[in-house]
């Protein structure tokens, strides 16, 4: 796996080059979105660096995109059958390569669009960049990493397929979005916020419990727990009601809030009223959330041992954030640390990280990271028989 050495700002500066057109491709494209609303962000970004961007997404919503993008939906939204959006696939792309002059493509957790799309790129010398940062290994996949140019990840446990294709780039955090937040007032309730799906990979039992043992030792009025998020599945159903029967044994009705999903933008509203994030995820790439919330200043609690490299390069210990064990017990001696921690002594600290992640995983500096690769690969197809 390579790690990108290329400037992030080499062609953001005046008179910087512009590139002709791109094809994106988006699972949804949405900027009311809970979960995939960055996107809007990022093909903006992105925009800035190309005269024109053709996005096919499977599934639209709130489009507020740049006036030179132009946003193509497979119809999933209208509940399109999956042959229909096969068909309107070809059909869209086909007329895309037809009419307009397409120099790249950049599949963004499209590894489906990026095979479906090889066999009329690949003719026209369209080279495909893979953005892909998930542990997860389907077999689409595997078959989308022979047949791509290149892969671009957040981090090295965001790609574990053994390659040489891969490149290190960061996330995309929105700068404007999640500035260094002012330190905020203490107040007598803590305020704890755990931004992900309900599911039972994000160990949200553990939190409630937490909160329970945390609530017995300071009483009812000293902290409280929102979460941020919503099911996706039947099994995730089943967890979320299991969560409820926990809630309600313990009497903690007003501890626990299941505030449902929310737009991305609406995020950083919450983060302001917001002492402490949880994210107890296992390792993998970072999750975005966290990493947004580190940028806006917050601390976060975590089990997910690739936050160490973004501590690592604010110079901070982790010891503070990681939580050891993933019991109850841990997590609220973790939660108990931070309550009665001394908010100006950690204010340093935290601006340190904050500067860390905007200065590594800033959105402009990814954009450019990402136009960079495709630049190399589009230099390569021209140069090479």
Known sequence: MGTSAIS???DTGAGARRRSGLLVFNLKTDASDDAL????????????????????????????????????????????????RALRFYALLARLLVTEQIDAC?????????????????PLRIPILLW???????????????????????????????????????????????????PRVNSALFQLLSIARISAI??????????????????????????????????????????????????????VVFAGAVPHAQVPN???????????????????AGLESLAAGIPLLFI?????????AAGVDPARYCVPNLTPDSLAEAIENWMQADAAAVRSELERISAAVHNDHGLSRLSARICEHIDQLVACR???P
Do not use: C
């Open 270 to 288: 919450w983060l302001q009223q917001t002492d402490l994030t949880i994210n107890l995820a296992p390792t993998g790439a970072p999750d975005k």
């Open 37 to 84: 609303g960055f996107t809007t962000d990022w093909v903006n970004a992105i925009a800035t660096h190309w005269d024109r961007v053709f996005v096919i997404t499977m599934a639209a919503g709130k489009i507020d995109v740049a006036g030179n993008v132009r946003v193509f939906s497979l119809g999933q939204e209208r509940n399109y059958s999956r042959p229909r």
């Open 304 to 312: 997910n041992a690739s936050y160490h490299d973004v501590l690592a």
């Open 202 to 255: 994000k160990h949200i039992d553990t939190m409630i419990l937490a909160v329970a043992r945390l609530v017995a030792r300071h009483g009812k009025n000293s902290i409280r727990l929102v979460l941020l998020g919503d099911t996706l599945t039947p099994a995730d159903e089943d967890y979320k009601r299991g969560l409820l029967r926990i809630v309600a044994e313990n009497d903690l009705a007003d501890n």
């Open 132 to 182: 892909y940062a998930h542990r997860a290994q389907p077999p689409m996949l595997k078959v989308a990493h022979r047949l791509v140019d290149r892969v671009v990840t957040s981090h090295s446990n965001g790609f574990t397929l053994a390659s040489g294709k891969v490149y290190v780039i960061g996330q995309g955090v929105t700068e404007s979005k999640f500035p260094l937040r002012p």
């Open 382 to 384: 021209r140069t090479t």
């Open 106 to 122: 950049f599949a963004h957790m499209t590894p489906l669009f990026a095979v479906m799309a090889w066999p009329l790129l690949r």
């Open 8 to 10: 992030a700002v080499s």
